[in-house]
Structures are given as C-alpha cells and as structure tokens.
C-alpha cells in the first residue's frame, strides 16, 4: 500500500508540480489549497508527510504546522514548510512553528524527493523503535 503526501497549496501550477513529484516518487497525494481542512485531512488520512505552503488564504501554514503539532494524531508526521518568500526570518518562524525542513521555491525536485523520503524513513524507523 503507498504512502500517502498530504500537500497543503494554494498555488494551482505549484500544487500540480508538488503532487506529480511526490507521486512520481511513489506516494499517493492529497491536496488541501486553503489551509482550512488540512488538520481535518491530516487526521483521517494520517499522512506519511505533509508539505506546507506559508501564505494560504484561509488559514496560514504556520498556523497549519503549529496545529499539526498540537494534536497527538498529526504530531507525529514530518512537515516540510515552502515559501516563494527567500527570506531568513520566514524559515527561521516555520521551524519554530514545528516544520522539519524549510525550502523556498522554486523547489528542486530532486532534493524535495530526497528530503521526503529521509523523513519519511526517519518518521518509520521512530515508530518501529517505539513498538520495539
């Protein structure tokens, strides 16, 4: 059974390019393009991993990853935060917000695979450690 990448997006073109890298790398995806259901979605899907857009219209994805953390169901999954904005201060807030991993778009498609499959494989191998 794949995986599943939840991508929280507002950006049409930018959603469609996040969701065809994550599929091409063998996660089944989900998209959220206001921010408002990603907590919902997160919960009933129990995403693999999340990617997090900054500025979204209906709730901003630093609200999104701190709400991700705050619910023992979410806390768990990694977070990778994006942003068009190249700005220190907004990686340094979406870190401290509960993000993984910070990246300014556009995003290299191979170092986003390569970031998402090391937490993935990070987040697993938790889990496997807790059950032991």
Avoid at 88 to 106: I, R, T, V, W
Avoid at 117 to 123: Q, Y
Wanted: proline share 5%; hydrophobic share 50%.
């Amino acid at each position: 059974m794949k995986k599943t990448a939840l991508v929280v997006e507002d950006n049409a073109l930018n959603c469609a390019l996040f969701l065809e890298i994550l599929r091409h790398a063998g996660f089944a995806t989900i998209c959220d393009t206001t921010g408002g259901e990603a907590q919902r979605l997160a919960e009933s899907v129990r995403p693999a991993v999340a990617l997090v857009d900054l500025q979204l219209p209906e709730a901003s994805g630093l609200d999104v990853i701190r709400d991700l953390r705050a619910k023992p169901v979410t806390s768990g999954i990694p977070v990778i935060a994006v942003s068009a904005f190249a700005r220190s201060a907004d990686g340094l807030a979406a870190l401290k917000a509960g993000a993984d991993l910070f990246f300014c778009k556009p995003v290299d498609p191979r170092r986003l695979t390569a970031a998402v499959e090391k937490l993935v494989a990070e987040a697993d191998a938790g889990m496997e450690a807790n059950v032991a």
